[in-house]
């Protein structure tokens, strides 16, 4: 059974850093690329950093760059989301998800996901 299984999230003050996790069942995390994507209220989900199942290769987007790390531990098929200095603006529900396509180049559109995890709350607030 494919699953996806995030975890934590919390309240963190502004500047502070969290460390999500995201471990995989069911797939290797080696084939296929696992993206995060994040969701705050009233917004569109926007794709936020991921990493190709082909060799490991982050992509980010452009308000996380120099912020936001992504790495994966094969051996326990997790994929870890680094989040320092973190702002308010970084505030929503986060969400880890499976590339649809194994050993490509990992795409930051959603719609190119199609296995998702529940998602995880993150409040960067004083």
């Known amino acids: 059974q494919l699953q996806l299984v995030e975890s934590g999230g919390g309240l963190v003050q502004p500047g502070g850093s969290l460390r999500l996790s995201c471990a995989a069942s069911?797939?290797?995390?080696?084939?296929?690329?696992i993206g995060w994507f994040r969701q705050a209220p009233g917004k569109e989900r926007e794709g936020v950093i991921c990493?190709?199942?082909?060799?490991?290769?982050?992509y980010y987007a452009d308000s996380v760059k120099g912020r936001f790390n992504i790495s994966r531990d094969v051996a326990k098929n997790t994929v870890y989301l680094q989040m320092n200095s973190l702002k308010p603006e970084d505030t929503a529900v986060y969400y880890c998800?499976?590339?649809?396509?194994?050993?490509?180049?990992?795409?930051?559109?959603?719609?190119?996901?199609?296995?998702w995890g529940q998602g995880t709350q993150v409040t960067v607030s004083s």
């Open positions: 998800a499976s590339d649809r396509i194994a050993l490509r180049q990992c795409p930051l559109w959603q719609y190119e996901y199609d296995y």
């Open positions: 069911g797939f290797s995390v080696q084939l296929y690329g």
């Open positions: 990493i190709s199942g082909s060799d490991g290769t982050p």
